[in-house]
């Protein structure tokens, strides 16, 4: 085989004058035609070696087969019937070896399926690699071929098939719910189409423009609150199309989510007709809003007219066995209330409770009024009678004991007591006070005493008479088992709203979120749209919320992946122009302009006349016709346009479009024609009737003919004959004789 040959490729083409020693028979049996496709059609890795001796005058040096073996090719990647997106870069790799002469080269050939070569490439002499783009490469099936020659005229060959596709567009990201609480979980739904479900998938959430501790499909609801703008992108390689890569992103802004379900109790318990009734209630924000309460009292099912929206409701009025019914309510009935929550602009479901209401007890506390040392029975009046026990003397209402101390006569000095004995009565210091009890008792300081001790974990405080041993601060408990107090657990903390709590070792601090500064107890809001270290893009404008910001795009602009871009509401057709005009898109807006031959604002565009308004360019010999947005200059009647746009004068007696009389003659004028009768005719051109010459006038009795006496006239069309008459000759006009 001739170089030429080898370069070419052609194996084919290369035919060897003398058969090949029998030693060559495997190596000629593994040639084939490199086309990389079996017998069946698919694609496949395969290589062929070819080793031939040149014969003398081919310009290469006989060589001695039994002694040279072909080299050996192998594509050793990416493997066999690859599918490539287009745009994609490919790494075609080669092992190429030779057991004793070294590989002079090879060459890289590509080829569309079917179709002739592309491209081709030589290589180095030893192992290659190349890099190629699915850019220069056609949509479609290649056979990518390489061949390996040696000095020595032998040579393989290795192909494989790689289909080039377009990257597939059906593939989507979506987000559920569509209009998301804080109390959702948000979950991304991706639709992989084309790409192949084994793609790899690779997903990235941000909230207020920080990532989230999230990597998957789902950002549960615990990690988010109202007004959260959230993010997600997502990048996908794909598994089945080589080199394909596409990244989705959506957005969501997170809506508050409503307060919890009050939980309602009334108190006191049991109620009666004239109980001060409390209705209390709780409820919870998961956004951490300040929450605000609305009451409604119902009787018996139904609203109590005129009852208050407050928390407390009073039945009646009661005083020294009495009472007032304020409501028209009885024994038995059902008294509710029911409670709603409001927070952060949301209100939630509405919780209630009921009791029945029952007897009114007078001597009941607080309603008697009676003394501890009274007792209370029920008057005829259904009132609360109160009477001093035993031992006690007064109005039942106040009761004292009879005794010394209570006559006053005896008079004790500051914290002393009098105290009655078995004939009179003395005065003692009060417990907890030394000194004279006649002058004056003064406190003993416990916490002072030696003998006053407290366990480690507590302190020691000094009270009027006593003394307390009480958990330090910041820790809670029975002296001696005191434990730590986490204010921030267990909401004993007055951080504000805005801000964060942090325990500490027997207290806590309070930190302004981010977004906020202050002290901690009082946080205000930073406006990152005021103070510059808002970060919005062209065609937006900066909106503060609390604790952060946000980027909304202005009218006429609308949200993309990474900020505002303009609308073409021309293009997308939202725009409002006029009949007769058309849209001009501009920044962030778009204009109506009235077309050509119309006058207006762009919402109304009227027809110029341009006849009218004498603006018409009509040639000569034309008419001026208006017409919707333009005009028309039709040439007059016996006139055409010729190559120059001319009203030309038409020869109607030229090109038969007149109208005569057979007798008459046409005769072209400016825009017309005429018709003239001929000699011996008159009429008007259009009608000709043939003149009578032989008829005799008045004066000529031988007519307009004028035939001689002895001639006789003969009229004929358009004329007339004069002929001598029998016995005469001549020409019948001037003469005819005998």
Known sequence: MTRGCLLAGLLAACADPEPAPAADATAADSAHDGSGVDGSGDSKLETASVAKDSTPGDGFHPIDPTKTKPPTVTITGPGSGIVVGVGAAVALTVAVADPDTPVAELQLVGQAEPGPALWQVQGPTAGATWTLTATSLPLGKHVLTVTALDGSGGQAQASLTAEVVAIPTDVSLTLSPATPTSADDLEATLTLGGLGASS????????????????????PAAAIVGGDLVELAV?????????????????????PSPPTQPVVSLAPQPLTVASEVSCQAYAADGDGDPLSYAYAWTLNGLPLPGAPTASALTLATAANGTWMPLWPVKVGDVLGCSVVATAGGQTGPAGSAEAKLGPFDPCATPYSGCAAKATCSVGPTAAAVCTCKAGYDGDGYTCAKVDACKKGLLS????????????????????????????????????????????ADSVCQNQPGSFACACAKGYAGLPGACTEVDECAVGLYSCATEASCTNTKG????????????????C?????????????GKGSVCVNVPGSYACECKDGYTAVSDGCVNVDECALGT?????????????GSYLCQCKKGYLGDGMQCDDVDECAAKTATCPA???CFNTPGSFNCPCSIGFAADATGTCADVDECKTGAYVCDPAAACVNTAGSYQCACGKGWTGSGKTCQ?????????????????????????????????ACKPGFVGDGVSSCSE
């Open 690 to 722: 043939d003149v009578d010459e032989c008829a005799p006038l008045a004066g000529k009795p031988q007519g307009l003919a004028g035939c001689h006496v002895n001639a006789t006239c003969t009229n004929k069309p358009g004329g007339y004959q004069c």
């Open 575 to 587: 725009y409002a122009c006029g009949d007769n005009a058309q849209c001009v898109d501009s920044d």
């Open 235 to 255: 990048a996908v390689t794909s598994s089945a199309i080589l080199g394909a890569q596409v990244t989705l992103a959506t957005s969501v802004v997170i809506a």
């Open 200 to 219: 790899q998938v690779s997903y990235a959430w941000t909230i207020n423009g920080l990532p989230a501790d999230q990597t998957g499909t789902v950002l």
């Open 621 to 623: 010999n034309s008419q």
């Open 412 to 455: 004790c000095g500051i914290a002393a007591d009098c105290v009655n004995l078995a004939e009179s009565a003395t005065c003692v210091c009060a417990k907890g006070f030394s000194g004279d009890p006649f002058a004056g008792c003064s406190d003993v300081d416990e916490c002072k005493d030696a003998a006053t001790a407290c366990p």
């Open 507 to 522: 207290g806590y601090i309070c930190t302004c979120n981010p977004g906020f500064l202050g002290d901690g107890l009082a």
């Open 524 to 536: 205000v809001d930073v406006d990152e749209c005021s103070d510059g270290t808002a970060k919005c």
